[in-house]
């Protein structure tokens, strides 16, 4: 492909992503793998090439840009060189018109910018687009650092127990290691929630949203082998995928339970005021990852922030019922804005005076209002909010 092919191509495919944020649809990774699958001519450095405009694009705009025409006219003011490649040619975008609309704005959405937490200042914003580094979670019982070091060198022992920092790119999903679980794939902002919810030793343990399960792994490996651990959630192909993994990690002590959105209740009947310890790490806008998905910027909106805000106060709540006296909430969203963290806290804790805040103690994170923050900027993780809640 010419360098111009390139840039249509990176254009069409800019107009696909910003269709399907706008509605809920496939991920900018999958509409890439598809749209390759369908030109077979295109080489691997074409690709590359491709997928690296189309990614430069999205980082730079906060705001769903109009059209990949727009958004390829809005970077032209940081990469001026592109400007040549609008050169018209055959497999080439037209040229350049005297009034081309552009995509303009900075990298946080302009609706946005009013509703992160306090300390999450203009350094710590910027970050938030940063690179991801590459985590790993070590089992202790059954690998040791040494281990570790004969296969990866590099490997970077971070503050946090059993958590390990590999230098970008390394190839950790098909290792041996990986393979037979002796290491998981964990960003260190979620091991530190995990470590949240170590303190005590609870002898039975709901993770209402466990997806396939990353923390509720974290969590087996770090409890007694004798704790019963629920993990609950309403999407049957992520919780399925925990099953694999636990096995993989010979982990026997966790139960998946499937739940029927809205009928909650139902399932989890049998553990109403029971559990020592229930994790609700509720569905967020996702703002605290944007290193990784930055294309979710594109898809949040008002009205869809505040169906997850409703959602997020209703598993709070829902979580909280399943706790008994003496037992543990612990609340997290990988988000940093306060309307899913620290005012969803806030209001719990005014609503419901038989509950109090704890102060847990951890290498990382900084507190604020009843809860943590952490994030990239000063934590080198994705960004959180958290909070421990006991029961009176
Ligand atoms: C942030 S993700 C959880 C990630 C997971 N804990 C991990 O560490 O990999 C939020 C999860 O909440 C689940 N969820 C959404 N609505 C729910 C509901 N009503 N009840 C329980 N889980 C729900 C989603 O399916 C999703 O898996």
Redesign the pocket.
Known sequence: MTPSARLQAAIELLDEIIIAARDDGASADNIIKQFFKARRYAGSKDRRAVRELVYQAIRRFGDRPASGRSAMVGLLEDQPELAELFDGSGYGPAKLGEDEPMAEGGAIPHWLSEKFAEPIVAEEREALLGRAALDIRMVPAKVDLRTLRSQWPDVEELPLKNAYRLPAGTRVENSSLHNSGQIEIQDLG?QTIVAACTGHEPKLVLD????????TLGLASELSAKTRIIA????KR?LGRLAPRQQRAGIENIEPLL?D?GK?DEALAPFVGRCDLVLV????SGTGTWRRNPELRWRMTPDRLERTVN?QTR?FELGSRMVAPGGRLIYAV?SLLDAEGAAQTGSFLGKYPDWQHIEVDLPLGRPYRKGKLLSPYQDGTDGFYFTCLEKL
């Open positions: 979620s209402l949203c466990a997806g396939a399960g990353g923390k609950a959630d309403t999407d992520r739940l959105p909650e790490d509720a569905p967020c959602l598993l990988c």
